[in-house]
């Protein structure tokens, strides 16, 4: 179950970061990509307990995030329900689960009335196991952000 959760931090990390962009140094409309962005997640935490509790968070930490970072508050969620992976989903690709296709943790493909984890992907092989652990992708995501299109 963490390598599920696991992957599911990873995999909405990539999303974000494929379409991440910056200001150009130019002052061109053309925008360079960072080499990495991170999205933090904290389930179950509301957004105010960053601020009613930051005398008590370290210089390194939490603080640092809100002085340093990007933090999306006062945000609302426009679907049902409320799970781990249609959240992650809609944060990371700006979408509602009607548009990106993740619906739930795990869901039913209605061609075949199989039920499937929201990555599971049997097309794909696991990189350094011979587990089906890790037989996991993005395949279930119909979003892909205008940005990265050319990538693929």
Same mark, same amino acid.
């Given at each position: 179950?963490?390598?599920?959760?696991?992957?599911?931090?990873?995999?909405?990390?990539?999303?974000?970061?494929?379409?991440?962009?910056?200001?150009?140094?130019?002052?061109?409309?053309?925008?360079?990509?960072?080499?990495?962005?991170?999205?933090?997640?904290?389930?179950?935490?509301?957004?105010?307990?960053?601020?009613?509790?930051?005398?008590?968070?370290? /210089? *390194?930490?939490?603080?640092?995030?809100?002085?340093? #970072?990007? +933090?999306?508050?006062? @945000?609302?969620?426009?679907? $049902?329900? %409320?799970?781990?992976?249609?959240?992650?989903?809609?944060?990371?690709?700006?979408?509602?689960?009607?548009?990106?296709?993740? /619906? *739930?943790?795990?869901?039913?493909?209605?061609?075949? #009335?199989? +039920?499937?984890?929201? @990555?599971?992907?049997?097309? $794909?092989? %696991?990189?350094?196991?011979?587990?089906?652990?890790?037989?996991?992708?993005?395949?279930?995501?119909?979003?892909?952000?205008?940005?990265?299109?050319?990538?693929?």
């Amino acid at each position: 179950m963490k390598i599920r959760y696991l992957f599911l931090v990873v995999f909405a990390t990539v999303v974000c970061s494929s379409g991440a962009q910056t200001k150009s140094q130019q002052g061109h409309t053309t925008l360079l990509r960072p080499k990495l962005v991170v999205g933090i997640v904290v389930d179950q935490m509301r957004w105010d307990f960053l601020y009613r509790y930051y005398d008590r968070y370290e /210089t *390194g930490g939490f603080k640092r995030l809100l002085n340093e #970072g990007f +933090s999306c508050e006062n @945000t609302d969620i426009y679907y $049902v329900p %409320t799970l781990t992976a249609v959240g992650h989903t809609s944060i990371y690709t700006g979408s509602v689960p009607a548009i990106h296709g993740i /619906t *739930g943790n795990d869901f039913i493909i209605q061609a075949t #009335g199989k +039920s499937v984890y929201c @990555t599971g992907d049997t097309t $794909v092989q %696991t990189v350094g196991s011979t587990s089906n652990a890790g037989l996991m992708s993005p395949r279930n995501l119909l979003v892909i952000s205008r940005s990265s299109k050319s990538d693929f």
